[in-house]
């Protein structure tokens, strides 16, 4: 079967090799190789070493985008999870109206960052109207208020898969718990959330990985504004590209750097959670 | 076993509230599409009445600068065309990758797997640039930067179902005498169909709403993706057009929710999936 199959290669995988060739493959090589080149287009790279990499130290914005994405980062992962898991505990006790719930939750998930952001700016403006400020006033209401709008957006999506996680449970495992004596909230501690696990590795690592790669939502939100204090990393990189002209080769090393950091993060958060896993 | 819950009601009543607070700044976005646009900013909780009502007006104000209707068309045909070489061309990728053992296909499952991690930003600018040489940035051609990058994911998510398919069924259908091809579409494609929709799914949810991936590639002078006209209106110099923002927000959500409460169902049944062998 194998060498027939074999045969066939040209119909089978031809057409997602060469859009994936195009669509990853060739921008991403070229894109590390830019990186170590001075260059206006992809074509004209003049090969200059560490430059870009060294021209970032000298950049405060980077740096500051760094600190503001890491916090954006941890305070959205952890306000996203604890919220998502609560709404899934309380709505898988079988009360009136879950299924309506679920819904509402889970709709702001469907709409793009883009709409999204503005939908948010006009509620966040008009409240912070009241005390005479704007979102772009300073980077603190920016921060947080991309902190609501992700919670909002996410807690959802969130809530779905642990919600799936706990009916994944046995109904006995519970119950002989319960019978041995355990209080609920030791019934939570030590059976609910080892057995959810697998589902906190998933949440943690969508959360972590979409704080880190934010950009429509900043975008639209504040536009990093006030001068740049509310950029998240994605938009940093994205303003070096576009709104600086000669700096596209510093902005292509600000991105493989912005690479390596989420790869590290994705490999070490996976480690870290798989190995809290147990076996059902 | 039946659950039994202490003071159930008062659980229902307080998500009630929530829900409703929930759905508070959509709602806020909806009553606002109906002021005159001085008003806007100034006022936005108050409920538009009198002097401040404008009727439809935003609407067609936003239709207008934006070009919305043709951009809610582009959109669906990327969206479409996308999804659909994905499912196709990904599926079929996958079953080569699980059923031909060589050192090719395992690096090449590990390049998709590779593939997911790496942040659109590495490879923004050269993407854009090698889709201008090709001459991608059209409609149709964009189509193929999806496929690209979408192949990652799905390429992965097939080829870990097509593992768990027993060998027996295919190799009946072969010494029967059908051709890879008609094995791949008479027997493969049907037993996949569940992995099928959740990839349609999580990736129709992406294209969709991408906004820089489009706005980068496609020359959007002429095309434009919903995302794009939204993002458009802000652009440029002096304020925002406050009133056709609204209008063209609600426009933009409301296909959404009416897809959404259409196909629930099978949305939340893809993420979960999707959640789980991601």
Excluded at chain 2, 118 to 135: C, D, G, I, R
Aim: net charge positive; aromatic share 14%.
């Amino acid at each position: 079967m194998e060498k027939a199959i074999k045969k066939h290669f040209p119909i089978f995988v031809l057409p997602t090799l060469i859009a994936f060739t195009i669509g990853f493959i060739v921008p991403f090589l070229l894109g590390i190789y830019l990186s170590f080149c001075k260059f206006t287009t992809v074509t004209d790279g003049k090969f200059v070493g560490l430059k870009n990499y060294m021209k970032i130290l000298d950049d405060p914005t980077f740096l500051h985008a760094m600190w503001y994405t890491a916090l954006f980062t941890i305070v959205s992962v952890l306000l996203i999870n604890v919220l998502a898991f609560a709404v899934a505990i309380l709505l898988t006790k079988g009360i009136k109206g879950t299924n309506i719930f679920r819904t509402v939750f889970f709709m702001p998930n469907l709409i793009g960052g883009i709409v999204l952001g503005y939908v948010w700016q006009l509620l966040l403006n008009g409240i912070l109207a009241k005390v005479e400020r704007t979102l772009t006033y300073s980077s603190v209401y920016g921060f947080w208020g991309l902190v609501i709008l992700m919670c909002w957006q996410q807690v959802g999506y969130m809530m779905i898969i642990y919600i799936s996680g706990i009916q994944n449970i046995p109904g006995e495992l519970i119950e002989a718990a319960k019978i041995d004596g355990a209080s609920s909230r030791q019934v939570l501690k030590s059976v609910i959330i080892p057995m959810v696990m697998p589902s906190i590795t998933i949440c943690t690592f969508l959360t972590l990985t979409n704080g880190f790669k934010l950009f429509d939502q900043n975008l639209a939100l504040t536009n990093g504004a006030p001068s740049k204090m509310s950029e998240l990393l994605a938009l940093n990189i994205y303003n070096t590209f576009y709104g600086r002209p000669g700096y596209e080769g510093v902005g292509q090393a600000k991105a493989v750097i912005f690479f390596i950091i989420v790869g590290v993060i994705a490999v070490i958060q996976n480690k870290l959670t798989r190995s809290k896993e147990v076996q059902q | 076993m039946k659950k039994k819950t202490k003071h159930g009601w008062l659980l229902t009543v307080f998500f009630s509230i929530l829900s409703v607070l929930y759905l508070y700044p959509i709602l806020l976005v909806f009553i606002n599409s109906f002021k005159k646009k001085a008003y806007i900013s100034k006022f936005p909780f108050k409920i538009p009445t009198d002097n401040m009502f404008v009727g439809l007006e935003n609407y067609i104000r936003g239709i207008e600068k934006t070009g919305l209707i043709s951009a809610f068309g582009w959109s669906l045909f990327i969206t479409i065309g996308s999804v659909a070489a994905i499912i196709l061309c990904c599926s079929m990728c996958a079953w080569y990758i699980s059923r031909v053992h060589t050192k090719f296909t395992s690096f090449l499952y590990l390049l998709c797997l590779f593939a997911m991690i790496v942040p659109f930003q590495m490879e923004m600018y050269t993407l854009s640039k090698v889709a201008n040489m090709l001459h991608l940035g059209n409609p149709w051609g964009i189509i193929i930067i999806y496929l690209g990058f979408g192949a990652g994911l799905s390429v992965f998510m097939f080829t870990g179902f097509m593992k768990s398919i027993p060998l027996e069924i295919e190799e009946a259908a072969m010494i029967d005498g059908c051709t890879p091809l008609q094995t791949y579409f008479k027997i493969v494609m049907p037993i996949t169909k569940p992995t099928c929709v959740t990839v349609t799914i999580l990736q129709a949810m992406w294209v969709w709403n991408d906004y820089l991936l489009p706005s980068l590639v496609l020359d959007t002078r002429k095309y434009k993706t919903i995302p794009i006209a939204v993002q458009y209106l802000k652009g440029g110099y002096g304020s925002v057009d406050m009133g056709a923002m609204m209008g063209t927000l609600v426009l933009a959500i409301v296909p959404i929710i009416i897809f959404y409460l259409a196909c629930q169902k099978y949305i939340i049944e893809g993420v979960v999936a999707g959640a789980v062998k991601g």
